[in-house]
């Protein structure tokens, strides 16, 4: 291309931009409706202020669509710093913008794990760069950008059938795509927000996330959000007066709320799909773990990959908590009496020994296996192990003997009356859930409310889903589930969803709700009559509301607004 030729391309741009009407909606980042191309968001606000409400060390969303008269092939945005009323700077470092990417999944995608053979436009993707991705509409199917050498690309189909695409099984029996080996270095994502191309008459969604530093000043911070063709949207974060606690449970808020996840990501899947990298892979595998510790995800299940504990340490997992950490051994009692002991002396040298360890064996058993395996588990036992069980005979056959029971029951209020029975077994037993719905659908506020206020009110203590995959960029396939995934794998780690965001503002409801009940029990007996009342109304609203039907946006800012009242009182 002639220098001529370049800037007569660039007075085109230029002169579409400058004719561009960009209008804008803010939208509700976890909404239960997905915002597509081709019609507005009905739920929209159109020339509505963006606004974020966060507690310091909060990460917390707001979310718009724009749409334009014209196309626009890149408009582009700038976030400068934001100021409060005492001039004191929200810096724009703080602020992480992502494009919505809208691309072709399975027929069930946003309501359903369950495989279909059909495709259709869902949104999910987390980009920088929307071009990644691409979703043709025409063929009806995505394709991946990889970068062969420095500006020359290829494109690679992401939904051919399984007859057609080459696969094969990965170390523990997930299907892998063996031919798009998605964490190579020539396969990621931009580190900044590159804009985004705006179609005439077509809408686009945006994802803001405000990250909340622990000792950013209390207030409200203005600013605004400027597109390059001219528009500026309002944009506004109050930052509360106080930090957020880790998650607790509803029945005991001195009791860790904890996330395990099956089929949790190692080292070996990372190299699976980066072409044997070891090295690329280790740093891989951390950016993974630290982006799970920022979405609060903070309980390791590692498995057989403790010796990465290190990597893990340095990317926010806490190892002191209770952790999956082992498998225990079917055989004769001197045999596993043996491995019992070998195990325990050689986790208390890796983990130390105060720390709560579980060792796992089999999966959806019946009650008959459940009574044959009791003197296995005893052993463990007595040899200090936790025994997790997901049986859905655990609690009549073998309730005394499960640590963690989770069986695949959805965390709904209808649950309530077993999980109260469970948690008045008294020790350190935790009822954690799987399978109602598995990992994969993309829909924001089901996940928040199934990873979070729906469990934590019906009594659970713990979620125990199917699993962290990192592959699955093609939905077709031939099984009876879609992929399940939170994220995917990139050469630079991963690249996180809608889904992953509604997980994070799930635990985020815990951990309002645990500051609430935390400052609320003290006061509910003070000789303080209107320090009682407000706690006791507090504590009413919680009672009150369960996680099936309760509008949780509106449910936050109810405990917001009681967690600022009683804090007053409890100075």
């Not at 008959?368 to 003197?375: F, N, P, Q, Y």
């Not at 003070?526 to 609203?541: E, G, I, Q």
Request: net charge positive.
């Amino acid at each position: 291309m002639t220098i001529k030729t370049m800037m007569a391309a660039m007075a085109v741009m230029l002169a579409s931009i400058a004719s561009a009407k960009v209008t804008w909606y803010a939208v509700d980042p976890m909404s239960e409706v997905p915002y597509m191309p081709d019609s507005a968001p009905k739920d929209g606000i159109k020339g509505d202020d963006m606004f974020i409400l966060a507690a310091k060390g909060e990460y917390e969303p707001c979310s718009f669509v724009l749409t334009s008269d014209v196309d626009v092939k890149k408009v582009r945005f700038t976030i400068g710093d934001l100021k409060n009323e005492k001039g004191e700077t929200l810096p724009k470092s703080a602020l992480d913008l992502k494009t919505v990417k809208v691309w072709y999944q399975a027929g069930n995608a946003w309501t359903s794990y369950f495989a279909d053979p059909k495709l259709k436009l869902c949104p999910e993707l987390l980009l920088n760069d929307e071009d990644l991705v691409k979703a043709d509409e025409v063929k009806k199917c995505n394709y991946a950008r990889i970068e062969e050498s420095k500006g020359n690309y290829t494109y690679r189909w992401l939904n051919a059938p399984s007859a057609l695409d080459r696969r094969n099984e990965d170390i523990s029996g997930s299907r892998l795509d063996d031919s798009f080996q998605s964490m190579k270095p020539n396969f990621k994502d931009a580190d900044t927000h590159q804009g985004a191309k705006l179609k005439k008459g077509r809408f686009k969604q945006f994802f803001l996330t405000a990250k909340i530093d622990k000792n950013q000043a209390a207030g409200l911070y203005k600013g605004e959000i400027a597109l390059s063709t001219g528009e500026k949207i309002p944009l506004k974060v109050r930052v509360l007066d106080f930090e957020l606690p880790s998650p607790k449970c509803y029945f005991d808020e001195n009791k860790d709320y904890l996330t395990f996840f099956c089929e949790y990501v190692g080292l070996e899947w990372v190299l699976k799909s980066n072409g044997g990298d070891y090295e690329l892979g280790k740093k891989q595998l951390e950016a993974i773990l630290a982006n799970f510790a920022r979405h609060g995800h903070v309980t390791p299940t590692f498995n057989n990959n403790l010796g990465l504990m290190e990597l893990g340490k340095r990317a926010g997992l806490d190892y002191t908590k209770p952790l999956i950490s082992g498998n225990m051994l079917l055989s004769e009692k001197a045999q596993m009496r043996h491995h019992a002991k070998l195990s325990k002396k050689r986790l208390d040298k890796q983990l130390g020994e105060k720390t709560i360890k579980f060792m796992t064996w089999g999966d959806e058993y019946g009650l008959a296996t459940l009574r044959g395996i009791r003197d296995m588990v005893k052993i463990y036992h007595e040899e200090g192990f936790y025994f997790p069980v997901n049986s859905h005979s655990g609690y009549c056959a073998g309730g005394y003997l499960a640590d963690l029971w989770w069986p695949s029951f959805a965390p709904t209020a209808a649950t309530s009356p077993l999980t109260f029975k469970f948690n008045q077994l008294g020790g350190d037993g935790y009822f954690g859930w799987y399978a109602s719905q598995h990992v994969g659908v993309e829909n924001p506020a089901f996940t928040r409310r199934q990873y979070g206020y729906g469990a934590y009110r019906a009594g659970f203590s713990c979620n125990y889903n199917y699993a962290h995959h990192l592959q699955g960029w093609n939905d077709i396939r031939p099984e009876l589930y879609r992929p399940m995934m939170f994220v995917y794998g990139c050469g630079s780690g991963c690249i996180d969803t809608l889904s992953w965001e509604g997980f994070r503002e799930g635990l985020d409801d815990i951990r309002y709700a645990t500051k609430l009940l935390q400052l609320a029990k003290p006061l509910s007996r003070s000789s303080n009559v209107d320090a009682r009342y407000t706690a006791r109304k507090a504590l009413k609203l919680l009672a009150d509301t369960d996680g099936d039907d309760m509008d949780l946006t509106t449910l936050r800012l109810e405990m917001i607004s009681y967690i600022e009242k009683l804090a007053k009182f409890s100075k």
